[in-house]
């Protein structure tokens, strides 16, 4: 959702804004922006990708050294040059960009109405920006007082960056419920939505909490509290390096996390498994804690929740626990019974997902401990869980998951074998079999990598024209039929359903034609063959079928071509299973000339409801 960068230094803004928004493009792109100060401060912005923005002032020279930009996935006023940020006040006192959704914008547009402020956009933003003008000239005690009182009157979340006209050299930042991190290097002050942005100039960042504000100077940045009070804040080293956020010869970004997964997947077992021993004491997760929970919720949005439907049958069949998963936006407004003693787990990437933070917050408000799978350090899911095991997948930029899907996966089995083994649930022997065979999953993941990935792009070229995918399977094999399905129409806009294989006779069955495609996730052996006579129902219906199943089944008497992978435990195939799928829909999108890392109407992280 929008993605909000500022720099105030002695470096030229205009190139480092740009550079930096390029890195967030992935957060929307349906417009950009800059501002830039040099005596006044200029606004340009330009409709569509950030190469709009560029090729509109790629010949004006604009020398100052502090600005703002932001590129846009809108949610108030269509995607247009007049909505973009940049907005402007009245009479150009304050310039604004935003990230997040003011909730209350028409109750405050008519009070500013009253004191005839005018509005040229359809945006909340622009609202947002003149009450700060508002409250700035009303009270005229400094920015930090109108950006205070305008905290305390607007309702929804938000991300800022401000200029204010009479203070050339400064900027305002302020956040609620939305990401925002600021760093810091000899050659001045940056603000962005998220690290990969301003990864390449420094890994030194300051974490600005909710209802805080900051003032960025070119060499220092002081924070203030609701009550306008200093606080004082540390700097952080964050580990992830540049060159991980940048494609390093891949075309996508998509590809090259798809390729990235053997080596985070091993870079997460190890940070969990050492000397054949599971270790999760870093997280605050303790045997006896982990021993005392009754119950376990899981919840999360997309893929995250794919990867919850996954641990939910793992945890379940191993630890004996009752396990629950569920979508965060659902669960968030059913107000939902929750037994003390449970443990409640949220999978999210970015750690920043509205609708996660929100059921976060619910959980805790019921006296429920939380626990976050979290890949982005410092997020607000991570800053918030009472314990946190990180996935370290690294920056993940494409806009459709994977890397962070597999290690996301890799740390349910290992929580999953823990309190199975912690709770007597599995045996010594298990448990080590378990470590073993978690410890095999990079290599075999690379296997698929480099022996399937050809064939895959094959036949992916032959299905670009279709309208139609059907994902099928049982147990696990359904919870990964939901993320092959995901994963095809998000990137390749093919219409595409999981279906429980089980559950097709009862209505689905009646739209496969002759040639639909139907993939059929077969690795649970004790259910192989209900799979399989699914199939050979919607194959005698005239569906094309492709297969993903382990080596030692024959499925050639269904199947019209088959992606054989490796063996490994029951447990653990989804994260086999999901690698082909990966390629298929990267693949398709490709020979479709789609833009695969950033597919049109969605934003990396969703930081609205
Ligand atoms: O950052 P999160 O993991 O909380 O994001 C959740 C979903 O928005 C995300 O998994 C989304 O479904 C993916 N882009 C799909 O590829």
Same mark, same amino acid.
């Given at each position: 959702m929008c993605g909000i960068v500022g720099y105030n230094g002695t470096k030229r803004a205009v190139d480092i804004l740009l550079d930096s928004l390029s890195k967030l493009e992935y957060r929307g792109y349906d417009s950009a922006g800059i501002a830039i100060r040099d005596k006044d401060i200029e606004v340009f912005k330009s409709k569509g990708k950030l190469a709009n923005l560029k090729e509109k002032i790629e010949n004006i020279e604009l020398k100052g050294t502090v600005g703002i930009g932001h590129t846009r996935w809108a949610t108030h006023g269509e995607p247009s040059e007049n909505n973009a940020h940049p907005h402007i006040s009245n009479d150009g006192s304050v310039t604004l960009v935003h990230n997040g959704i003011i909730e209350n914008y028409q109750e405050l547009i008519l009070k500013l109405e009253k004191h005839n402020y005018k509005f040229y956009s359809d945006t909340d933003t622009e609202v947002l920006t003149n009450i700060i003008d508002y409250y700035y000239k009303k009270y005229k005690m400094g920015p930090i007082d109108a950006i205070n009182r305008t905290m305390v009157r607007v309702r929804g979340s938000y991300a800022i960056a401000v200029m204010f006209k009479d203070y050339p050299d400064e900027i305002w930042v302020a956040r609620k419920d939305s990401p925002m991190i600021i760093g810091q290097n000899k050659d001045g002050v940056y603000v962005a939505s998220d690290v990969p942005a301003i990864l390449k100039y420094t890994n030194k960042v300051y974490y600005i909490d909710n209802l805080e504000a900051a003032c960025l100077k070119k060499d220092q940045v002081i924070f203030y509290d609701l009550n306008g009070d200093v606080i004082k804040k540390e700097l952080t080293c964050i580990k992830w390096d540049a060159e991980a956020a940048e494609k390093e010869g891949y075309e996508h970004f998509m590809i090259k996390e798809i390729n990235e997964q053997p080596d985070v997947i091993k870079k997460t077992i190890n940070s969990y498994i050492q000397d054949n021993k599971i270790d999760l004491a870093r997280s605050g997760l303790t045997e006896d804690i982990l021993k005392? +929970?009754?119950?376990? !919720?899981?919840?999360?949005?997309?893929?995250?929740?794919?990867?919850?439907?996954?641990?939910?049958?793992?945890?379940?069949?191993?630890?004996?626990?009752?396990?629950?998963?569920e979508i965060a936006s659902e669960f968030r407004y059913r107000n939902p019974l929750l037994d003390k003693k449970g443990l409640a787990i949220i999978i999210s990437q970015s750690g920043e997902t509205a609708d996660s933070l929100a059921a976060l917050r619910e959980c805790k408000k019921q006296g429920v401990k939380t626990l976050g799978i979290i890949n982005v350090v410092g997020s607000s899911i991570a800053r918030e869980a009472d314990y946190v095991l990180y996935t370290l997948a690294g920056p993940e930029i494409a806009v459709a998951t994977t890397k962070a899907f597999s290690t996301q996966l890799i740390v349910s089995y290992i929580l999953a074998t823990e309190i199975a083994h912690i709770k007597r649930k599995i045996n010594k022997k298990t448990y080590l079999e378990l470590i073993k065979e978690i410890q095999t999953l990079p290599d075999k993941t690379k296997n698929i990598l480099d022996n399937l990935t050809k064939s895959i792009q094959k036949i992916a070229n032959k299905f670009s024209y279709i309208h139609d995918a059907f994902y099928i399977g049982r147990n696990l094999d359904y919870a990964i039929s939901l993320e092959g399905s995901l994963k095809l129409k998000e990137v390749s806009y093919i219409h595409s359903e999981a279906y429980a294989a089980g559950e097709l006779?009862?209505?689905?069955?009646?739209?496969?034609?002759?040639?639909?495609?139907?993939?059929?996730?077969?690795?649970?052996? $004790?259910? !192989?063959?209900?799979?399989?006579?699914?199939?050979? $129902?919607?194959?005698?219906?005239?569906?094309?079928?492709?297969?993903?199943?382990?080596?030692?089944?024959?499925?050639?008497?269904?199947?019209? +071509?088959?992606?054989?992978?490796? $063996?490994?435990?029951?447990? +653990?195939?989804?994260?086999?299973?999901?690698?082909?799928?990966?390629?298929?829909?990267?693949?398709i999108t490709v020979s479709k000339g789609l833009d695969v890392d950033k597919p049109r109407n969605l934003a990396k992280s969703v930081t609205v409801e």
């Amino acid at each position: 959702m929008c993605g909000i960068v500022g720099y105030n230094g002695t470096k030229r803004a205009v190139d480092i804004l740009l550079d930096s928004l390029s890195k967030l493009e992935y957060r929307g792109y349906d417009s950009a922006g800059i501002a830039i100060r040099d005596k006044d401060i200029e606004v340009f912005k330009s409709k569509g990708k950030l190469a709009n923005l560029k090729e509109k002032i790629e010949n004006i020279e604009l020398k100052g050294t502090v600005g703002i930009g932001h590129t846009r996935w809108a949610t108030h006023g269509e995607p247009s040059e007049n909505n973009a940020h940049p907005h402007i006040s009245n009479d150009g006192s304050v310039t604004l960009v935003h990230n997040g959704i003011i909730e209350n914008y028409q109750e405050l547009i008519l009070k500013l109405e009253k004191h005839n402020y005018k509005f040229y956009s359809d945006t909340d933003t622009e609202v947002l920006t003149n009450i700060i003008d508002y409250y700035y000239k009303k009270y005229k005690m400094g920015p930090i007082d109108a950006i205070n009182r305008t905290m305390v009157r607007v309702r929804g979340s938000y991300a800022i960056a401000v200029m204010f006209k009479d203070y050339p050299d400064e900027i305002w930042v302020a956040r609620k419920d939305s990401p925002m991190i600021i760093g810091q290097n000899k050659d001045g002050v940056y603000v962005a939505s998220d690290v990969p942005a301003i990864l390449k100039y420094t890994n030194k960042v300051y974490y600005i909490d909710n209802l805080e504000a900051a003032c960025l100077k070119k060499d220092q940045v002081i924070f203030y509290d609701l009550n306008g009070d200093v606080i004082k804040k540390e700097l952080t080293c964050i580990k992830w390096d540049a060159e991980a956020a940048e494609k390093e010869g891949y075309e996508h970004f998509m590809i090259k996390e798809i390729n990235e997964q053997p080596d985070v997947i091993k870079k997460t077992i190890n940070s969990y498994i050492q000397d054949n021993k599971i270790d999760l004491a870093r997280s605050g997760l303790t045997e006896d804690i982990l021993k005392s +929970f009754k119950q376990i !919720y899981i919840i999360a949005c997309g893929s995250a929740y794919h990867v919850g439907v996954c641990a939910q049958y793992i945890l379940e069949d191993l630890t004996r626990l009752p396990v629950r998963v569920e979508i965060a936006s659902e669960f968030r407004y059913r107000n939902p019974l929750l037994d003390k003693k449970g443990l409640a787990i949220i999978i999210s990437q970015s750690g920043e997902t509205a609708d996660s933070l929100a059921a976060l917050r619910e959980c805790k408000k019921q006296g429920v401990k939380t626990l976050g799978i979290i890949n982005v350090v410092g997020s607000s899911i991570a800053r918030e869980a009472d314990y946190v095991l990180y996935t370290l997948a690294g920056p993940e930029i494409a806009v459709a998951t994977t890397k962070a899907f597999s290690t996301q996966l890799i740390v349910s089995y290992i929580l999953a074998t823990e309190i199975a083994h912690i709770k007597r649930k599995i045996n010594k022997k298990t448990y080590l079999e378990l470590i073993k065979e978690i410890q095999t999953l990079p290599d075999k993941t690379k296997n698929i990598l480099d022996n399937l990935t050809k064939s895959i792009q094959k036949i992916a070229n032959k299905f670009s024209y279709i309208h139609d995918a059907f994902y099928i399977g049982r147990n696990l094999d359904y919870a990964i039929s939901l993320e092959g399905s995901l994963k095809l129409k998000e990137v390749s806009y093919i219409h595409s359903e999981a279906y429980a294989a089980g559950e097709l006779k009862h209505g689905t069955i009646s739209l496969i034609e002759d040639n639909t495609l139907v993939i059929g996730i077969i690795t649970q052996k $004790e259910i !192989y063959e209900k799979t399989i006579s699914n199939l050979v $129902e919607v194959k005698s219906r005239g569906a094309y079928i492709i297969t993903v199943n382990p080596n030692d089944l024959d499925v050639s008497k269904v199947s019209n +071509f088959t992606i054989n992978i490796p $063996e490994t435990n029951k447990y +653990f195939y989804p994260s086999l299973t999901v690698i082909p799928l990966q390629l298929l829909s990267y693949y398709i999108t490709v020979s479709k000339g789609l833009d695969v890392d950033k597919p049109r109407n969605l934003a990396k992280s969703v930081t609205v409801e």
